[in-house]
Antibody, heavy 116, light 112 residues
Framework: QVQLQEAGPGLVKPSETLSLSCTVS????????WSWIRQPPGKGLEWIGY???????NYNPSLKSRVTMSVDRSKNQFSLNLRSVTAADTAVYYC??????????WGQGTLVTVSS | QFALTQPASVSGSPGQSITISCTGT?????????VSWYQRLPGKAPKLIIY???KRPSGVSDRFSGSKSGDTASLTISGLQTEDEADYYC????????????FGGGTKLTVL
């Protein structure tokens, strides 16, 4: 089972871009889909989107206009960029291995706070 | 609001069985046998405990079982243990044309 670890700043200013990366270990990034999920404080899980190393991508329609995901095969990493953030984007962000139907492995999660 | 509806909380005593429901629509749970369940222990990342309605990943206790009827999926935990106290989330595949994945709002299980 692969292990995943999120990395990125814990504090982002409103209107700026939230950028996170996820390093995959114990397996190749070419062997799966990869996804981002978030959980705002006190709320449930929200699927952000998924990416396959081949370039196949799908984003949550509610976030699609602000989200970009990418894969770096040389680093066995994938990344999330969320533009024009507001306080509503404050959440714990998880990266996960996505089978196409479910999330098999998860990172520990990283709290990102949007505040000036 | 969430696409899938779960009760906000359920409770049970050690040794008892509980069931958490997850209600969707004909576009998600009703159309696909790709319902998954996740356990989130306090301070931990979510963990897959059921996939494809009723399959358990290796290492997950057989006290956890899943089922589906129509647009509603269910997670049953038998022989409740104190360590089962956690948040549980359901998730369903929803088709390639729109949302691929939808989550429920989560259910807090309290073991009394």
């Amino acid at each position: 089972q692969v292990q995943l670890q999120e990395a990125g700043p814990g504090l982002v200013k409103p209107s700026e871009t939230l950028s996170l990366s996820c390093t995959v270990s114990g397996g190749s990034i070419s062997n799966s889909y990869w996804s981002w999920i978030r959980q705002p404080p006190g709320k449930g899980l929200e699927w952000i989107g998924y990416i396959h190393y081949s370039g196949s991508i799908n984003y949550n329609p509610s976030l699609k206009s602000r989200v970009t995901m990418s894969v770096d095969r040389s680093k066995n990493q994938f990344s999330l960029n969320l533009r024009s953030v507001t306080a509503a984007d404050t959440a714990v962000y998880y990266c996960a291995a996505f089978s196409g139907y479910d999330f098999r492995s998860w990172g520990q999660g990283t709290l990102v706070t949007v505040s000036s | 609001q969430f696409a899938l509806t779960q009760p906000a909380s359920v409770s049970g005593s050690p040794g008892q069985s509980i069931t958490i429901s997850c209600t969707g629509t004909a576009s998600d749970i009703g159309s696909y046998n790709f319902v998954s369940w996740y356990q989130r222990l306090p301070g931990k990342a979510p963990k897959l405990i059921i996939y494809e309605v009723n399959k358990r990943p290796s290492g997950v206790s057989d006290r956890f079982s899943g089922s589906k009827s129509g647009d509603t999926a269910s997670l049953t935990i038998s022989g409740l243990q104190t360590e089962d106290e956690a948040d549980y989330y359901c998730c369903s595949f929803a088709g390639r044309s729109t949302f691929d994945v939808v989550f429920g709002g989560g259910t807090k299980l309290t073991v009394l």
